[in-house]
């Protein structure tokens, strides 16, 4: 009896034992289970991390701020002096020297009608915006078509716009020519004509160009240094006409000494509204030029915004409103941004007319 006893109490030990045993991996699997999951979720908060980090990477950073200017800035003009380009230039560096810590300098560099100028300025010019171009639109739409140039729009960046302007033509107040009709009427004569301008390819070349060969005159084209060079010398009696802008002439008809006898333009100038369009006589020829500063093409983003700033303050100011007036100037209504698609516009539309009057390279 006591070994039937002692067997069963044995047995019972052991069952118990056993389940014990059971109970202890089950125990341990549920731990693993739950360090496993516990180590999961901090595996995926790590990625998480990991990938905002990635995210915040691939983000470009802000360009930083940069004290500009820093020396001069050299303000470049392709023509002589006493044009109108000129005198938009030194406007300019007046307005603005009281209010920049460094001066703007007027540098004249005049040749080819504006190319010289502006390949030096596309092919070495500084992109750190020290250096700014001042330049009209024919440099860029006609003279490409006219010469070897080593330069096109996209080789440069807007800063502002600038005027624009009609071309007017004017001759002597000794001439004989009162009207534009009496000049039309030279068409049956054989008297020579010498038309001079700012040089070969400019809109005040090109239009004179036009109205010669439309009326049926024989003329003979005298180019110059720029507007200022060629209104001395119709003031000199040394060539019989001449185009350019009223800016460069009209000092001399207020003195009485030159006279204007028709503007290029659709309609007739506010300034001098008695003097009739070509259009009016039957001439379709309609060209004003434009004018505008630029920087070089590499010239990064934030100097540009910081020019565009310092000029665009300048030409909405009231001094330089004042400027125009008293100069007889009209200033042009564009967005920076816009000014190297339109001049890639009128390059093409140039072409064409120059095409039209046998001008074209």
């Known amino acids: 009896m006591k070994t039937k006893n002692l067997n069963s109490m044995k047995r019972s030990l052991w069952i118990l034992g056993l389940f014990v045993f059971l109970s202890l991996i089950l125990i341990g699997c549920n731990s693993d289970t739950e360090n496993n999951a516990s180590s999961g979720e901090g595996t995926e908060d790590v990625e998480e991390t990991e990938n905002e980090n990635t995210e915040g990477s691939n983000e470009k950073p802000k360009e930083e701020q940069v004290e500009f200017p820093t020396r001069p800035i050299d303000l470049i003009v392709p023509w002589a002096s006493g044009g109108s380009s000129d005198l938009t230039a030194r406007g300019l560096s007046e307005i603005l020297s009281d209010k920049l810590?460094?001066?703007?300098n007027v540098t004249n560099q005049e040749g080819a009608n504006g190319t010289v100028a502006t390949t030096d300025f596309a092919t070495g010019a500084a992109s750190d915006g020290h250096?700014?171009?001042?330049?009209?639109?024919?440099?860029?739409?006609?003279?490409?078509?006219?010469?070897?140039?080593?330069?096109?729009?996209?080789?440069?960046?807007?800063?502002?716009?600038l005027t624009e302007e009609p071309v007017v033509m004017a001759v002597?107040?000794?001439?004989?020519?009162?009207t534009l009709d009496d000049l039309i009427e030279e068409k049956d004569s054989d008297k020579e004509i010498n038309f001079g301008h700012s040089g070969a390819g400019g809109?005040?070349?090109?239009?004179?160009?036009?109205?010669?060969?439309?009326?049926?005159?024989?003329?003979?084209?005298?180019?110059?240094?720029?507007?200022?060079?060629?209104v001395t010398a119709l003031l000199g009696g040394h060539i019989d006409t001449v185009a350019a802008h009223p800016a460069e002439l009209l000092p001399h008809v207020e003195s009485g000494d030159l006279r204007l006898l028709g503007v290029f333009s659709k309609e007739r100038f506010d300034v001098i509204e008695d003097v009739p369009t070509f259009e009016e006589k039957g001439f379709d020829i309609n060209m004003s030029v434009w004018k505008f500063l630029l920087v070089h093409k590499d010239t990064s983003d934030v100097i540009l915004e910081e020019l565009r700033n310092i000029f665009g303050d300048a030409v909405e100011s009231s001094e330089y409103s004042d400027f125009l007036d008293e100069n007889n100037l009209e200033a042009i209504d564009i967005e920076p941004e816009e000014i190297v698609p339109r001049l890639e516009e009128e390059l093409e539309s140039t072409g064409e007319i120059l095409n039209e009057i046998n001008l074209e390279e």
Do not use: C
């Open 101 to 104: 810590d460094h001066s703007v």
């Open 131 to 161: 250096e700014v171009l001042l330049d009209a639109s024919g440099v860029m739409t006609a003279q490409p078509h006219l010469r070897d140039v080593q330069y096109e729009p996209s080789d440069f960046r807007g800063v502002v716009g």
């Open 172 to 178: 002597n107040a000794e001439s004989d020519w009162e």
């Open 203 to 230: 809109f005040p070349h090109v239009t004179q160009e036009a109205f010669f060969n439309q009326a049926g005159i024989d003329a003979e084209s005298v180019p110059h240094k720029g507007g200022g060079p060629a």
